[in-house]
T-cell receptor, first 113, second 115 residues
Protein backbone atom coordinates (compact mmCIF):
# COMPACT_ATOMS: atom_id res chain seq x y z
CA UNK A 1 0.00 0.00 0.00
CA UNK A 2 0.88 3.68 -0.03
CA UNK A 3 3.43 4.50 2.66
CA UNK A 4 4.37 7.89 4.05
CA UNK A 5 7.37 8.34 6.30
CA UNK A 6 8.42 11.18 8.54
CA UNK A 7 11.84 12.00 9.89
CA UNK A 8 12.70 12.42 12.62
CA UNK A 9 10.10 10.62 14.70
CA UNK A 10 10.96 12.78 17.67
CA UNK A 11 13.20 15.77 18.27
CA UNK A 12 14.18 17.88 21.27
CA UNK A 13 15.64 21.29 20.68
CA UNK A 14 16.50 24.46 22.54
CA UNK A 15 14.36 27.54 22.36
CA UNK A 16 15.39 29.79 19.48
CA UNK A 17 16.72 27.05 17.22
CA UNK A 18 15.15 25.82 13.99
CA UNK A 19 13.99 22.29 13.33
CA UNK A 20 13.31 20.62 9.98
CA UNK A 21 10.84 17.76 9.61
CA UNK A 22 10.74 15.66 6.46
CA UNK A 23 7.72 13.95 4.96
CA UNK A 24 8.24 11.41 2.20
CA UNK A 25 5.88 9.37 0.08
CA UNK A 26 7.81 6.16 -0.35
CA UNK A 27 6.02 4.31 -3.11
CA UNK A 28 3.94 6.92 -4.89
CA UNK A 29 4.22 10.47 -6.13
CA UNK A 30 2.32 13.17 -4.33
CA UNK A 31 1.79 16.57 -5.88
CA UNK A 32 -0.04 17.61 -2.74
CA UNK A 33 0.93 17.06 0.86
CA UNK A 34 -0.65 18.38 4.01
CA UNK A 35 0.77 19.32 7.39
CA UNK A 36 -1.23 18.93 10.57
CA UNK A 37 -0.55 19.70 14.19
CA UNK A 38 -1.92 17.68 17.08
CA UNK A 39 -1.85 18.80 20.70
CA UNK A 40 -2.02 16.18 23.45
CA UNK A 41 -5.45 14.62 23.78
CA UNK A 42 -6.73 16.85 21.01
CA UNK A 43 -7.61 16.70 17.38
CA UNK A 44 -5.48 17.28 14.32
CA UNK A 45 -5.51 20.80 12.99
CA UNK A 46 -4.63 21.48 9.38
CA UNK A 47 -1.72 23.89 9.19
CA UNK A 48 -0.98 24.11 5.49
CA UNK A 49 -1.29 22.53 2.09
CA UNK A 50 1.96 21.89 0.29
CA UNK A 51 1.99 21.73 -3.50
CA UNK A 52 4.98 20.54 -5.44
CA UNK A 53 6.73 23.38 -7.20
CA UNK A 54 4.63 26.16 -5.74
CA UNK A 55 4.13 28.04 -2.52
CA UNK A 56 2.29 26.42 0.33
CA UNK A 57 -1.18 27.55 1.31
CA UNK A 58 -1.48 28.26 5.02
CA UNK A 59 -4.60 28.02 7.15
CA UNK A 60 -5.82 31.09 8.95
CA UNK A 61 -3.83 31.78 12.07
CA UNK A 62 -0.74 29.81 11.02
CA UNK A 63 2.37 31.95 10.73
CA UNK A 64 3.95 31.25 7.37
CA UNK A 65 7.26 32.81 8.42
CA UNK A 66 7.46 30.53 11.42
CA UNK A 67 6.43 27.33 9.74
CA UNK A 68 8.31 27.18 6.45
CA UNK A 69 7.13 24.55 4.02
CA UNK A 70 9.04 23.40 0.96
CA UNK A 71 7.71 20.80 -1.47
CA UNK A 72 10.71 20.43 -3.73
CA UNK A 73 9.90 17.08 -5.31
CA UNK A 74 6.99 14.75 -5.88
CA UNK A 75 8.01 12.61 -2.92
CA UNK A 76 9.32 15.09 -0.35
CA UNK A 77 7.87 17.96 1.63
CA UNK A 78 9.65 19.61 4.54
CA UNK A 79 8.35 21.65 7.44
CA UNK A 80 10.84 23.91 9.18
CA UNK A 81 9.87 25.36 12.52
CA UNK A 82 11.98 28.52 12.77
CA UNK A 83 13.07 30.06 16.06
CA UNK A 84 11.17 27.42 17.96
CA UNK A 85 9.64 28.22 21.33
CA UNK A 86 8.12 25.95 23.98
CA UNK A 87 4.61 26.71 22.72
CA UNK A 88 5.60 25.11 19.40
CA UNK A 89 6.00 21.78 21.17
CA UNK A 90 3.51 19.45 19.57
CA UNK A 91 2.97 16.41 17.40
CA UNK A 92 3.33 17.24 13.72
CA UNK A 93 1.76 14.91 11.18
CA UNK A 94 1.97 15.02 7.42
CA UNK A 95 -0.18 13.36 4.83
CA UNK A 96 0.30 12.81 1.13
CA UNK A 97 -2.46 12.80 -1.40
CA UNK A 98 -2.59 9.76 -3.62
CA UNK A 99 -5.12 7.36 -5.15
CA UNK A 100 -7.98 9.72 -4.26
CA UNK A 101 -7.26 9.73 -0.56
CA UNK A 102 -4.72 10.95 1.97
CA UNK A 103 -2.08 8.72 3.50
CA UNK A 104 -0.66 9.79 6.82
CA UNK A 105 2.84 9.65 8.19
CA UNK A 106 3.53 8.38 11.72
CA UNK A 107 4.15 11.87 13.05
CA UNK A 108 7.03 13.79 14.62
CA UNK A 109 7.05 14.70 18.30
CA UNK A 110 8.72 18.11 18.78
CA UNK A 111 9.73 19.23 22.24
CA UNK A 112 11.21 22.70 22.64
CA UNK A 113 13.03 23.34 25.89
CA UNK B 1 -16.80 26.69 7.75
CA UNK B 2 -16.99 22.95 8.07
CA UNK B 3 -16.79 21.27 11.46
CA UNK B 4 -16.96 17.83 13.02
CA UNK B 5 -18.29 16.91 16.44
CA UNK B 6 -17.50 13.69 18.23
CA UNK B 7 -19.53 13.95 21.43
CA UNK B 8 -17.89 11.04 23.25
CA UNK B 9 -14.35 11.66 24.46
CA UNK B 10 -14.01 8.17 25.95
CA UNK B 11 -16.00 5.00 25.40
CA UNK B 12 -15.48 1.73 27.25
CA UNK B 13 -16.78 -1.47 25.71
CA UNK B 14 -16.41 -5.10 26.72
CA UNK B 15 -14.62 -7.36 24.31
CA UNK B 16 -17.12 -9.01 22.02
CA UNK B 17 -19.75 -6.33 22.53
CA UNK B 18 -21.04 -4.07 19.79
CA UNK B 19 -19.71 -0.56 19.27
CA UNK B 20 -21.06 2.70 17.93
CA UNK B 21 -19.01 5.89 17.78
CA UNK B 22 -20.90 9.06 17.04
CA UNK B 23 -19.96 11.74 14.56
CA UNK B 24 -21.88 14.83 13.50
CA UNK B 25 -20.67 17.19 10.81
CA UNK B 26 -21.46 20.66 9.59
CA UNK B 27 -20.91 21.39 5.92
CA UNK B 28 -22.87 23.38 3.39
CA UNK B 29 -22.67 21.01 0.47
CA UNK B 30 -22.30 17.27 0.01
CA UNK B 31 -19.57 16.23 2.41
CA UNK B 32 -16.77 13.77 1.92
CA UNK B 33 -16.60 11.86 5.22
CA UNK B 34 -13.92 9.70 6.71
CA UNK B 35 -13.17 7.62 9.79
CA UNK B 36 -9.55 7.14 10.83
CA UNK B 37 -7.97 5.13 13.63
CA UNK B 38 -4.80 6.23 15.40
CA UNK B 39 -2.74 3.81 17.45
CA UNK B 40 0.26 4.88 19.56
CA UNK B 41 3.38 5.17 17.44
CA UNK B 42 1.51 4.65 14.21
CA UNK B 43 0.06 6.95 11.62
CA UNK B 44 -3.61 7.45 11.04
CA UNK B 45 -5.18 4.58 9.17
CA UNK B 46 -8.26 5.04 7.04
CA UNK B 47 -11.10 2.78 8.16
CA UNK B 48 -13.67 3.88 5.59
CA UNK B 49 -14.92 6.83 3.60
CA UNK B 50 -18.13 8.11 2.10
CA UNK B 51 -18.27 10.16 -1.07
CA UNK B 52 -21.64 9.30 -2.59
CA UNK B 53 -23.97 6.42 -3.34
CA UNK B 54 -24.93 3.78 -0.79
CA UNK B 55 -25.22 5.44 2.59
CA UNK B 56 -24.00 2.33 4.42
CA UNK B 57 -20.27 2.06 3.92
CA UNK B 58 -18.17 -0.98 4.68
CA UNK B 59 -14.60 -0.55 5.81
CA UNK B 60 -11.63 -2.51 6.98
CA UNK B 61 -11.38 -4.52 10.20
CA UNK B 62 -15.13 -5.19 10.24
CA UNK B 63 -16.17 -1.55 10.64
CA UNK B 64 -19.08 0.10 8.91
CA UNK B 65 -20.59 3.57 8.97
CA UNK B 66 -23.92 5.02 7.93
CA UNK B 67 -24.33 8.44 6.40
CA UNK B 68 -27.56 10.13 7.45
CA UNK B 69 -27.96 13.46 5.75
CA UNK B 70 -31.11 14.39 7.71
CA UNK B 71 -29.18 14.03 10.96
CA UNK B 72 -25.82 15.27 9.64
CA UNK B 73 -24.32 12.15 11.10
CA UNK B 74 -21.78 9.53 10.09
CA UNK B 75 -21.65 7.05 12.97
CA UNK B 76 -19.12 4.25 13.04
CA UNK B 77 -20.20 0.76 14.10
CA UNK B 78 -18.74 -2.66 14.69
CA UNK B 79 -20.80 -5.68 15.74
CA UNK B 80 -18.15 -7.28 17.95
CA UNK B 81 -15.03 -5.50 19.16
CA UNK B 82 -11.66 -7.07 19.75
CA UNK B 83 -9.00 -5.99 22.25
CA UNK B 84 -6.89 -4.82 19.32
CA UNK B 85 -9.53 -2.21 18.48
CA UNK B 86 -8.48 -0.11 21.47
CA UNK B 87 -7.25 3.16 19.93
CA UNK B 88 -8.20 6.72 19.14
CA UNK B 89 -10.84 7.18 16.47
CA UNK B 90 -11.26 10.32 14.42
CA UNK B 91 -14.09 11.37 12.17
CA UNK B 92 -13.17 13.86 9.45
CA UNK B 93 -14.76 15.85 6.66
CA UNK B 94 -13.30 17.27 3.47
CA UNK B 95 -14.83 19.82 1.20
CA UNK B 96 -13.06 18.70 -1.94
CA UNK B 97 -13.17 15.39 -3.72
CA UNK B 98 -11.31 12.53 -2.14
CA UNK B 99 -8.00 13.71 -0.80
CA UNK B 100 -8.02 16.98 -2.68
CA UNK B 101 -8.55 19.14 0.38
CA UNK B 102 -7.12 19.17 3.83
CA UNK B 103 -9.31 17.43 6.36
CA UNK B 104 -11.23 18.87 9.28
CA UNK B 105 -11.12 16.41 12.16
CA UNK B 106 -13.28 15.87 15.19
CA UNK B 107 -11.64 15.82 18.60
CA UNK B 108 -11.52 12.05 18.60
CA UNK B 109 -12.99 9.26 20.72
CA UNK B 110 -10.72 7.13 22.85
CA UNK B 111 -11.92 3.54 22.79
CA UNK B 112 -11.13 1.33 25.77
CA UNK B 113 -11.77 -2.40 25.58
CA UNK B 114 -12.53 -4.27 28.78
CA UNK B 115 -11.63 -7.97 28.92
Amino acid sequence: GAVVSQHPSWVICKSGTSVKIECRSLDFQATTMFWYRQFPKQSLMLMATSNEGSKATYEQGVEKDKFLINHASLTLSTLTVTSAHPEDSSFYICSARGYNEQFFGPGTRLTVL
Amino acid sequence: AQSVTQPDIHITVSEGASLELRCNYSYGATPYLFWYVQSPGQGLQLLLKYFSGDTLVQGIKGFEAEFKRSQSSFNLRKPSVHWSDAAEYFCAVAGGGGGADGLTFGKGTHLIIQP
